[in-house]
């Protein structure tokens, strides 16, 4: 009769300890499984109003660059915008977007009004791109390296902090690498 209070007890204070754990665990660390492979290949139309779709070539043609995935209806995305285009403004870095499932008329309007940071922009309309790229929502940053590789991933909003402290740093040194 008595084990038969104790199982509850007991089957609570696991799922109590299994919850305590989870709470430590850092969403924005999730490991990328793409980490150090080529990205995957993609071929993205322009998003509306824009000259330059992306894919797979523009990312693997010997420069250092970075990748965001934003989405008009993103309010973490008109977050980061500002220090979009800063990168944009100082030139150091090629920004590219992919515009994630969004609305064209939604994207071209988002973009036209907050200004546009990204060197090019592919339209991933029906997010087949994200899934390969394993976006888990957006905003989500990658730093692709010369030889077209993932080299880092950023899940969320990007901050000062981290875009000065991890990402442009980054960027620097792979851009210092020999090829």
Request: proline share 7%.
């Amino acid at each position: 009769m008595r084990l038969g209070y104790a199982i509850p007890v007991v089957v609570f204070f696991a799922l109590a300890v299994a919850l305590y754990v989870g709470l430590g665990l850092k969403p924005r660390d999730i490991p990328s499984a793409l980490i150090d492979k080529p990205v995957p290949t993609f071929d993205l139309a322009a998003v509306k109003g824009r000259d330059m779709g992306l894919k797979t070539a523009d990312l693997n043609n010997g420069e250092v660059a970075l990748v965001n995935v934003f989405a008009s209806w993103c309010g973490p995305c008109r977050v980061e915008h500002p220090l979009w285009m800063d990168v944009q403004a100082a030139g150091k870095v090629p920004l590219h977007g992919i515009n994630y499932k969004d609305d064209p008329d939604n994207a071209a309007k988002w973009l036209d009004r907050f200004g546009d940071p990204y060197t090019r922009t592919g339209a991933d309309r029906n997010g087949r791109v994200g899934i390969d790229w394993g976006v888990y929502g957006v905003p989500e940053t990658f730093v692709i390296d010369r030889q077209g590789r993932i080299r880092y991933k950023h899940v969320g909003v990007m901050t000062r902090d981290i875009l000065d402290g991890r990402i442009l740093p980054l960027v620097r040194q792979l851009q210092e690498q020999k090829q």
